[in-house]
């Protein structure tokens, strides 16, 4: 059969290879997306002490406009805040009533902005100097809260984390430690030289147990982060786990187990050969500290193909190996970690270097997912009776899956009256990992579709009924001319007759 090729208007090119299939290739757009749950963030933070609401039309500017740090050279525009909220007044007491209204204040607008959390609770991000003999001169006692108090208000916050999960990208662990960065210690094992210098096996249980409470107080379709792979480790096969232990692998990914819902955040990410303690063998009762950076790396960079990573970097001395290659290896570190958001106000000095490298432009458009269609294979006209068949050829550029459950759906509005008819894929957008896919399907018309002309169109909604009809929550394909502002759709450039 005759094939005929032509170009419109340098979008895509159409081959037209048989009476009733049309093979339709795209072209990749150059765009920094601001897509969902995925690039640079903005961080803010408040005390229960002096709590100040987040204000949502600030929020709305981060998104639709770009926006510099005091020290930064680079702006940009974010899907995510980064939210932390010190709880400084309740190391002894109950959250009070004033304070789980403000945080649903501050849920509101998020929602309102049209952006997502990554959300963390602490009881102290203030450091003591000494000479208690710890190699960063921070000493006990560090301020944060007692077991049972945390546990109550893990409950207390957990009606509020299940109704607001549609806007919480991720929960860090936080709670432990100042910062919440699970170290130091006053009621969970202090590893540190000022302590007995490792995590015994109660510490260990104690953590789990905090862990635990924390992925039961959130629904099943949202992870919680860690701060260091060992945390992981000791709670998936217990106390005394060494640091080789298996990483979580496809076969167990994104099925609501606890093990699949831990992902990690590196709050010393490229600052140093084991990121400041990130990458430590932290020991248990029954064994001493050993060198683990290379085990643990390995263990990572397996384990977070199917969970999320995040953080911030903090030291620029870690130079040149955390610069753009090909003096050092930020990108590749960032992709072999499968990151998905860094913190775009911290470190500057590490942010700046890779802006006057020339990688921040990479780093933002790949952080995360980054879907590119390549082609698509559709039926020019079929009949009511007939299933539809679905051939995408899709790339994911980015360092990293999706890591929140996502629906797929063909949009079919008719060309003359404008309804629409929405068909749910099989395909799972978190297994479209870095690299190429081939998304095959064959579905049922929806009933009571009437005849005529209609326009496909590719919707990556939010899961959430709350968000699934807002545009600024669907995922946008890195293609030119592809995108409609107003509904979140992806239009696919063909229409199809239906009989």
């Not at 290659?325 to 913190?343: C, D, T, V």
């Not at 579905?443 to 169109?457: R, T």
């Amino acid at each position: 059969m005759t094939k005929f090729v032509f170009v419109l208007s340098g979008i895509f090119t159409v081959m037209i290879a048989a009476a009733q299939n049309k093979t339709i290739v795209y072209k990749e757009s150059q765009e920094d997306i601001v897509n969902p749950e995925r690039g640079f963030y903005i961080p803010s933070g408040t005390r229960a002490s002096n709590f100040v609401v987040l204000d949502a039309e600030k929020l709305k500017a981060y998104r639709n406009n770009p926006q510099r740090s005091s020290k930064a050279s680079y702006t940009v525009k974010v899907s995510l805040i980064y939210r932390g909220y010190e709880l400084d007044t309740f190391k002894n007491q109950p959250l009070s009533a004033a304070f789980l209204a403000n945080l649903q204040k501050d849920f509101d607008a998020v929602r309102a902005a049209g952006v997502k959390m990554i959300l963390r609770f602490a009881y102290t991000n203030t450091s003591h100097e000494g000479n208690c003999g710890d190699e960063y001169k921070i000493c006990p006692p560090y301020g944060d809260a007692p077991r049972n108090i945390t546990l109550n208000h893990i409950q207390q916050l957990k009606p509020l984390l299940q109704h607001n999960a549609d806007v919480i990208a991720v929960l860090q662990e936080g709670f432990i430690g100042i910062w919440g960065e699970n170290y130091f210690t006053d009621y969970f094992g202090d590893a540190s030289n000022s302590g007995i210098g490792k995590v015994l096996d109660s510490s260990w249980r104690h953590r789990n147990e905090l862990l635990q409470a924390l992925l039961d107080a959130l629904p099943k379709s949202r992870m919680v982060q860690v701060r260091t792979p060992q945390i992981k480790q000791k709670f998936v096969y217990g106390p005394s786990a060494p640091t080789t232990s298996a990483p979580l692998q496809l076969t167990a990914a994104f099925n609501n187990s606890d093990a699949s819902r831990i992902g990690f955040h590196n709050d010393c990410f490229l600052s140093g050969e084991d990121d400041y303690g990130t990458f430590y063998d932290y020991g248990s009762s029954s064994q001493q500290r050993q060198p683990a950076n290379a085990v643990l790396r390995k263990y990572i960079e397996v384990d977070t193909k199917f969970t999320v990573v995040g953080g911030e970097t903090c030291d620029d001395s870690f130079s040149p190996q955390n610069d753009c290659a090909p003096a050092g290896h930020a990108e590749k570190e960032m992709r072999s970690m499968h990151y998905s958001y860094l913190n775009a106000a911290y470190n500057n000095d590490v942010n700046n270097d890779w802006d006057s490298s020339g990688c921040l432009d990479n780093i933002k458009r790949n952080l995360g997912y980054r879907f590119v269609l390549r082609k698509a294979i559709l039926q020019q006209q079929l009949s009511k009776a007939s299933p539809i068949a679905i051939d995408f050829t899709i790339a994911n550029l980015g360092y990293a899956a999706a890591y929140n459950p996502r629906p797929v759906k063909i949009i079919l509005r008719n060309i003359t009256t404008k309804k629409e008819y929405a068909i749910v894929l099989k395909a799972d957008l978190r297994l479209w990992f870095s690299g190429t896919h081939h998304i095959q399907e064959k579905l049922q018309l929806p009933l009571g579709i009437n005849p005529g002309n209609y326009q496909l169109l590719l919707f990556l909604p939010d899961a959430a009924e709350t968000l699934a009809g807002r545009s600024e929550y669907a995922v946008m394909l890195a293609n030119e001319n592809m995108v409609e502002k107003a509904t979140g759709y992806n239009d696919l450039h063909h229409t199809i007759r239906i009989k």
